[in-house]
């Protein structure tokens, strides 16, 4: 496992944006699989947004055209960020990475380290 830790939630209006990052505590971390996860009350968590092995972002289609996954490699961070957000959107938002180099990065993977995550609250 490697230590993942997520900072940028907060509460936003109805349309408004946010920005999410998830710091990696380890250098080899731009060859992990990583993604951004969220969970609701009362509902399973679910994938959001990944990058896979081609270096192409995959995003669920509730967050299509909304949301932008970026790996920034110089500060070691997995950033999402989240434009036209709806209360929808109301969820903890967990990052997650599998800390092994052979795995073949795509959607639906099982990840094994994940953060502590990040509430964001939209009001409408």
């Known amino acids: 496992q490697v230590k993942v830790v997520e900072d940028g939630g907060g509460s936003v209006e109805a349309g408004g944006s946010r920005v999410l990052s998830c710091v990696v505590y380890d250098n080899s971390y731009t060859k992990y699989c990583m993604a951004w996860f969220r969970q609701s009350p009362g509902k399973e968590r679910e994938e959001v947004a990944t990058i896979d092995s081609d270096g192409n972002p995959v995003y669920a289609e509730f967050v299509k055209g909304r949301f932008t996954i970026s790996k920034d490699i110089a500060r070691k961070m997995l950033d999402l960020e989240m434009y036209s957000l709806k209360p929808e959107d109301t969820a903890m938002y967990y990052c997650?990475?599998?800390?092994?180099?052979?795995?073949?990065?795509?959607?639906?993977?099982?990840?094994?380290?994940w953060g502590p995550g990040t509430q964001v609250t939209v009001s409408a």
């Open positions: 997650a990475a599998i800390p092994d180099t052979r795995v073949r990065c795509e959607w639906g993977l099982q990840y094994n380290s």
